[in-house]
């Protein structure tokens, strides 16, 4: 549930009244947060429709080929285009949010990173088949965090990278989801003023990329090993520099010794000091593998790195919407 009111009941069209009630959910929060988008910047407003197709497993079987959930977006899309039709419409599908395999914590990064790239494909070829549309819609996906006690899941890694693996099928990771609160009892369900959070970097994400401009979450790409530090470089987007907003960084080394200090170092790359000089293999994590409550309402996993973009968001202008690093898991080299 995402505290989106629908301010637009010309614009904004569903093709069944399912989603009517106080505040809104996936598609339709959505299709609210592009249209106030649009609105805030003097821009002509297009009709939305918004489909939401939900699961209740969140496994690879959803989007198999005859799975529930394609079987039940190709009705949705037919649904839309007959609306559409009827008042005179084409329809076109701009953007398809994803968010998938939540309930395989144990899925590999491998077969993450596959599976999605096959959904992907799946998707398109079936909006090119019911629509007619040639032009491909923005896969927009939200980061995953893990939940409350357990942060150790590899699909939270391989969603960080699914913009660099699969930039022809038009991937965005809008933003990762470490830093927002969950609701109180639940194992990693985020709250609704977060929800709303994470819809409207969204709808920035994927409005920037269907305009053909630039829209990177900071990412962890190389770390290098030299005496008691390491040098992490990032690929940050043209124009931005990176900002660690306080000392709980969220930087950890598997196999190796504790990081005392963690600093700004040039735009694009930040040094670490260590307690100790290392003597043997190891990986360094970001925002990623935790464990353990922290009985401050918020995910195990937790990062303080971001770039310096940065604006009011609309559904709470005393909210200020950041670009957050993605959760990574590196292996330190020698220099």
Known sequence: RRPWVNDFPWHARWHRDLYRMEGRIGADAGALAFLRLEDSGLRGLPTVFAANVLTGSGVTGDVAAEGAAMVRLGAEL?????????????LFVDRVMLALFEGEPGKSLADTLWDYGIAAKRIRAMIVAETGQMAAPVFVVSQSAGGRTDGRAAPILAEGLLDLEYFSLQFVVAT????????????????????????????????????????????LTEARLSGREIEVR??????????????????????????????????????????????GPMHLTYAWGATGDRRDGGTANRGALRDDWGAAALYDPAVTLRRYALAARLPVHPA
């Open 176 to 219: 990762p989801k470490y830093h927002l609160p969950l609701e109180p009892g639940s194992a990693s369900r985020l709250t609704a003023a977060a929800a709303a959070y994470v819809t409207e970097i969204e709808a920035l994400a994927a409005g920037a990329r269907l305009m053909n401009q630039d829209w990177y979450c900071p990412h």
């Open 234 to 279: 990032a690929l940050v987007q043209k124009g931005h520099a990176l900002v660690l907003e306080r000392a709980a960084h969220g930087f950890a080394l598997e196999d190796g010794p504790v990081i005392e200090a963690v600093e700004i170092a040039a735009p694009d790359r930040l040094r670490l000091r260590l307690g100790e000089t290392p003597t």
């Open 78 to 90: 037919r649904g839309m285009q007959a609306a559409a039709l009827a008042i005179d419409r084409a």
